[in-house]
Nanobody, 125 residues
Framework: VQLQASGGGLVQVGGSLRLSCAAS????????MGWFRQAPGKERKFVAG????????SYEDSVKGRFTISRDNAKNMVYLQMNSLKPEDTAVYFC???????????????????WGQGTQVTVSS
């Protein structure tokens, strides 16, 4: 499976961005999908995840109410809508695919099998 993330950029505090991740080379609905981020000098951390069918979502506490993860299984796409952005949201954002039959959304990076290349999000104050 190949993942291609896009949509990052420079935005002011309070602004919005929509990240996209295009998947190819596999059966998209076999995978739960996640977004992670890594700020400079820090570990990569879970941001949001969505189940294979898109019916369940999970969010890291600091983004709840501001970020929304979604997927379009017909287009093999997963999205992260980010609103009310803060400087602490600045990071490289990665999409990832987790082959799973359990339906559980993993909030650690180890279970994820495939990773995109990352897209930079910078929130300026």
């Amino acid at each position: 499976v190949q993942l291609q993330a896009s949509g990052g950029g420079l935005v002011q505090v309070g602004g919005s961005l929509r990240l996209s991740c295009a998947a190819s080379g596999g059966t998209f609905t076999d995978y739960a999908m996640g977004w992670f981020r890594q700020a400079p000098g820090k570990e990569r951390k879970f941001v949001a995840g969505i189940s294979r069918g898109g019916t369940r979502r999970s969010y890291e506490d600091s983004v709840k109410g501001r970020f929304t993860i979604s997927r379009d299984n017909a287009k093999n796409m997963v999205y992260l809508q980010m609103n009310s952005l803060k400087p602490e949201d600045t990071a490289v954002y990665f999409c990832a695919a987790d082959f799973t039959v359990t339906g559980v959304i993993d909030a650690t990076d180890l279970p994820y099998d495939y990773w995109g290349q990352g897209t930079q999000v910078t929130v300026s104050s």
